[in-house]
Structures are given as C-alpha cells and as structure tokens.
C-alpha cells in the first residue's frame, strides 16, 4: 500500500472533441510523485497543463490509463485534493475567514474544529489581522494566500497549483514562492505547481517535469538536486535552470524542422514565402 499522498500517473491519455473533431490532448503521460514531493511542471501554452491538473483533481471523468492517489483510482473531486488556480477565485461578499471555511464546507469537522483549522491557515499563510477583510480590501498576493489557505484548511494530501503567482509582480511573486516553500515543509504535503517561470519551478521543485505540446506528453523530467533554501545565484542552480530551458528550445527546434519538412513536401510555389530581397538578411 503506498503512502498517504502518492500519486501515480500511468500512460494517461486524454482527448477533447470540438466541432466532431478528436483533439488529442495528453498522450501517454507517465509520472510518479511520492508522498510530501514538490514537482514542478512547466510547458509551453496549450501543451495540456491545467488538463493534467483537472484529471488529478477529479473535475474531469473521461480520460485513459491509470490515474491513482493511494493506489485507488481518482473518480470525481474529494477533500483530500486540493487546487489553487492563478486567478484566486475568491467571492467578493465573503470576507477572508468565510472565503477559507468555504474549503471546509463538505468536512466532517464539528463547528470549533472548522474554526480553529481556519484561524491555523489564516495564521499558516501570514494573514493574521484581516480575518474580516473583503477580498476588494486585499493585494492580489494577500487573495492568493487566501485560496492556498482555503485549498490547504480541509488538511489534503495533494495540493495542486495552476500558475498561482502568474499575475503578480515580480517581487511579490519571489516571496510568495519562499511562502510556498515554508508552507510546503510546515505541511508535508505533496505539491504540484504548474508554471511558466523556469525559475520558480527549479527553486520550488524536487524535479521539474517539462511537457511537448500536441499532444501534450512528458519530454523529459529534469531532477533539481540541491539543498534549500535554494540560491537562485549559484552556479548550480544556472545550469539545472539552462537544462530546463534547453528542453524548450529543442522544442522550438523541432517544431521549426517540422515547419520547414512541411514547406518543402509542399513543393516549390506554394504555401509562404520570402521576398527573394530579404534571403541574405536573414
Ligand atoms: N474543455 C475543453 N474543450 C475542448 N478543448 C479544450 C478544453 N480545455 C482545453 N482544451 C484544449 O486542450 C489543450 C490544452 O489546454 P490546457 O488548458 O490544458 O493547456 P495549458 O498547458 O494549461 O495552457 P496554458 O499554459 O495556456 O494555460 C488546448 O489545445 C485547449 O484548447
Ligand atoms: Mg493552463
């Protein structure tokens, strides 16, 4: 029997159907996370992340292969998966503690435990004092710690975070990811954090899965070997960050040599084409 907070992902595939057409979305995917890991998964756009994350937490039924947590098959969503998305989701006319007890709404705690899991997740993610404040009233950094407290109050095995610090500036993100990471030790449980920042995802990761686009799929997962707190100037953590990046541009790579294989079984005249002036500046 594996571990509370094991996750695995065997040759999962998925597909969407638009217009009577099969679009294939993940394919083969294949990923295992071990109890109280973080990984990290980074992609380009459209290559199927936030589909993977929508599995994992059960809010889609219709997919194939294995998808187990604990060794029992994901059917639907449960109080012990919990998702952040990037924008926070928060409801307007409920202040910050009713926005947490929201995560709670289908626990089998009695009213005092419900209240003292909340005030232990207010304080978990700082926000100590602004229990009563509205959403309107917060930062966007302050409404993300919101809805990680909310995703993390009913105590889940996984959370799971979909670009959750992708429309904060720079700063704010950079502490928000160091937040993260306390959290993450403070807590013990498994995290899956998709992101476009390379950085963030080598600074938070045990390892770092990078995903082809169409279909999504698993081009290589990259292991980030290095003690924390980790030091994003280090020489270690450039080449773990250029190895990661280094896997997009052979992506980028592939799909211009398979742009350029199409052009040419296009034969000659047709599809797009230079100005015969501009061959030599380019
Ligand atoms: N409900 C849906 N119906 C049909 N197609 C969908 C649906 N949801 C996603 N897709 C398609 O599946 C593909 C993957 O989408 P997904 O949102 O998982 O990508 P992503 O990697 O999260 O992209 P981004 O980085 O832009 O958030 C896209 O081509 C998208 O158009
Ligand atoms: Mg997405």
């Not at 219709?62 to 928060?90: A, K, M, N, P, W």
């Not at 070997?225 to 250029?242: C, G, Q, T, W």
Request: charged share 20%.
């Amino acid at each position: 029997m594996p571990h509370a907070g094991t996750l695995q992902i065997g040759q999962l595939s998925k597909q969407y159907v638009v217009n009577d057409e099969t679009l294939p979305v993940l394919d083969h995917i294949t990923l295992t996370v071990n109890p109280g890991e973080f990984v990290s998964i980074v992609g380009s756009s459209g290559c199927g992340k936030s589909t993977l994350l929508r599995l994992i937490v059960g809010l889609e039924a219709d997919y194939q292969g294995e998808l187990l947590l604990d060794g029992q098959r994901i059917v639907g969503t449960s109080l012990d998966r919990g998702i952040v998305f990037q924008e926070h989701r928060l409801f307007p006319w409920l202040n910050v503690e009713q926005n947490i007890a929201l995560g709670l709404l289908n626990a089998r705690f009695s009213e005092a435990e419900k209240a003292q899991s909340v005030r232990e997740h207010i304080a978990l993610v700082g926000l100590e004092g602004f229990e009563t404040a509205y959403p309107h009233q917060l930062s966007g950094g302050m409404s993300q710690r919101v809805a990680i407290a909310r995703a993390l109050v009913s105590r889940p095995e996984v959370l799971l975070l979909d670009e959750p610090f992708g429309a904060l500036d720079a700063l704010t993100r950079a502490h928000l990811q160091q937040e993260l990471h306390r959290i993450w030790q403070a807590e013990g449980i498994t995290m899956i954090l998709v992101t476009h920042d390379v950085e963030e995802a080598v600074y938070l990761g045990d390892q770092v899965v990078v995903m082809a686009p169409r279909p999504g799929r698993v081009r290589r997962i990259v292991p980030v070997d290095l003690a924390h707190p980790r030091d994003r100037a280090s020489l270690a953590f450039a080449r773990i960050k250029e190895d990661v990046l280094a896997e997009f541009a052979g992506e980028a790579a592939a799909a211009t040599a398979a742009r350029h294989a199409f052009r040419h079984d296009d034969g000659p005249g047709s599809g797009w084409q230079l100005p015969s002036g501009l061959r030599f500046a380019l």
